[in-house]
């Protein structure tokens, strides 16, 4: 009994000894929570390329720690207190799930900076919110899938039905209908960010119901090798360019791009400039990327698909522009008028001619 | 809602492609947890398979030797367990839960330079010409090999428990270790071939996903299957037809609500997403109203002391 106490106290003592170095420390240290693993080659992998850069870029200086496979909900409270105790001064949480339990720990860690990634809630000084508009990206996709359908049917597999899916589907939906008003949504959802066979699933259920285009809100890269194997169907890179799949059935390609964000927040942080803000930057940012249009895509529409990326990225053209109806049919945008961030943020509708119904 | 967008033959064959690995996992769990050692590594044996399988299958070309690696590989990491608990004796639960962790990251290591990489491909009719008689023949005659060795092992390991010396062997080390050393038996050894066994199970399961269901690399792609398998062992009370039952009925109603997703059918999402995992469960608490119960000696260690 003794001797367990005598190691119990030797733990402590370590304990706050390591505490008070790392209140001491010189690097600035950042972490990352990560909801998959970095080897998924789509969200999480990308986020992890922003963690390289950071550490390319500031090099001793900074030191950076990351944990994968976080599950939503309690367990991040769990990881990111940790990170927080183990001195973290930057912490990137990079999945919606984690909204809550990211302000539930910035409470208590009123010196830590924390990130939240394609949250709204910002409960603290110390949280910011940061996403990318990925809807942007969205509508040159539905673009070439509509010009590339010839079953007229559109598959998506959706992940959680939460306002960043949801617009991304809307977006798709319109540009698609624009360019072939005859398009048809199929929408399955697999309720997890990652989970390579039920993912692989989901897209041959959608193939062997006739769809020719799959558009994934998930986060591997298994829908593309359920559509090679199928052949004949189109699909697009999300998250990361996932170009091991070109030049079919990949024919372009949501990037994230988180790099630029992740190193000007870690500066900040070391400035002492680091100010709570809620950042959502497009294309024209750089923040979404667009993976090369393989040659698979015929080149009109190729060439349709850049200057529309053009006029997203300068702004000249918003993805929701009206004349646009709810899917009840009432009216939601008037002819030219566009939908303000606040609106797209919460958005928990589908737009008219999607059928079916957003799970509650 | 259009239903007839839903066809029922490649749903059967859909669903005998999602049931499989859990499947295999689960039969080989459940002849280690009938030998009365709970090994909670099952998706750690099932994710190194998985890699061990793709890893040969792209280096050799042949999934057949995959597979086979793959069950050697589970059946290596198996041993680690069998290692760590019945010759140090440590805590089951606590040694099955480190293999699962231990699983995750060496899979991911081993993995690094394979991702992105497409397998060749499994061949799927050995049956031949039988795969062609309408109807009947893709549901029953359509598929690859490891779908029959799954439904083989299956009907293999009820015949020797239910008829063979082997069996009854087995079965007496996990109901009472200490009366089946009494009477001669190695408990040791019979243990850990139990495990091996399990662990080749499960590295099967595991190449199956990585190499017909998705077929690709992705690190912790088994996401969770082995976890189901445990369960599934324990709600099917031990036996191997209930196994069966339990991992088509899952498998087929997780394909089935993807379609019904598919094809809009107006039930909420939520309830379609969760229905695979319920209704699995209702059946088999009912099937195991007929007092089965676990094995004996299930969890706890033995030691040649008395």
Known sequence: ?360 | MDLSAINPILLVAAMIAAATPILLAAIGELVVERAGVLNLGVEGMMITGAVCGFIITVNTGSPTVGFIAAAIGGAVLSLLFAFLTQVALANQVASGLALTLFGLGLSALMGQSYVGIKPPRTESTPLGSLADIPVIGPIVFGHDLIVYLGLAIVAATWATLKFTRAGLVLRAVGENHDAAHALGYKVKRIRTLAIMFGGACAGLGGAYISLIRVPQWTEGMTAGVGWIALALVVFASWKPWRVLLGAYLFGGITQLQLNLQGAGVAIPVEYLAMSPYIVTIIVLVILSADKSRAPGSLGRTFHASG
């Open chain 1, 1 to 360: 009994m003794k001797f367990t106490t005598l190691l119990a106290s030797a733990a402590m003592v370590l304990g706050l000894g390591g505490a008070a170095l790392a209140d001491g420390h010189e690097k600035t240290k950042v972490g990352f929570v990560y909801v998959g693993p970095i080897g998924d080659g789509g969200w999480t992998y990308e986020h992890d390329k922003g963690r390289l850069a950071v550490e390319a870029e500031f090099g001793d200086k900074v030191e950076t720690v990351y944990v994968e496979n976080v599950a939503e909900g309690p367990d991040s409270e769990r990881v990111m207190t940790q990170m927080a105790l183990d001195g973290a001064d930057l912490i990137f949480t990079t999945s919606f799930g984690y909204m809550d339990p990211t302000n539930n720990v910035a409470a208590k860690f009123p010196d830590v900076k924390f990130e939240h990634a394609t949250g709204y809630k910002r409960l603290h000084p110390n949280v910011s919110t940061y996403s990318a508009r990925f809807y942007e990206g969205r509508a040159i996709q539905g673009h070439i899938a509509g010009k590339m359908t010839k079953s007229n049917i559109i598959g998506y597999i959706g992940s959680f039905p939460i306002p960043e899916v949801i617009r991304g589907i809307n977006s798709a939906y319109i540009h698609a209908a624009k360019v072939n008003p005859d398009v048809e949504f199929k929408i399955i959802w697999v309720y997890t960010w990652f989970d390579p066979a039920k993912e692989a699933d989901a897209a041959k259920v959608l193939i062997e119901q006739g769809a020719d285009v799959v558009l994934q809100h998930t986060d591997s890269t298994a829908p593309q090798a359920a559509a090679q194997e199928a052949g004949g169907v189109v699909t697009f890179g999300q998250a990361s360019d996932m170009g091991q799949y070109a030049p079919f059935p990949r024919v372009s390609s949501i990037i994230d791009d988180w790099a630029p964000y992740y190193i000007a927040r870690t500066r900040a942080v070391m400035d002492g400039t680091w100010e709570q803000k809620d950042t959502w930057d497009g294309i024209g940012a750089g923040m979404v990327g667009i993976g090369e249009i393989t040659d698979a895509v015929p080149a009109d529409v190729k060439e349709e698909a850049l200057a529309l990326k053009a006029a997203l990225a300068d702004g000249s053209y918003h993805a929701f522009t009206g004349p646009l109806n709810k899917q009840d049919g009432s009216p939601f945008l008037a002819e030219g008028e566009t939908a303000d961030d606040g609106t797209l943020a919460g958005m928990n509708f589908y737009v008219e001619g999607i059928e079916g119904e957003i799970p509650q």
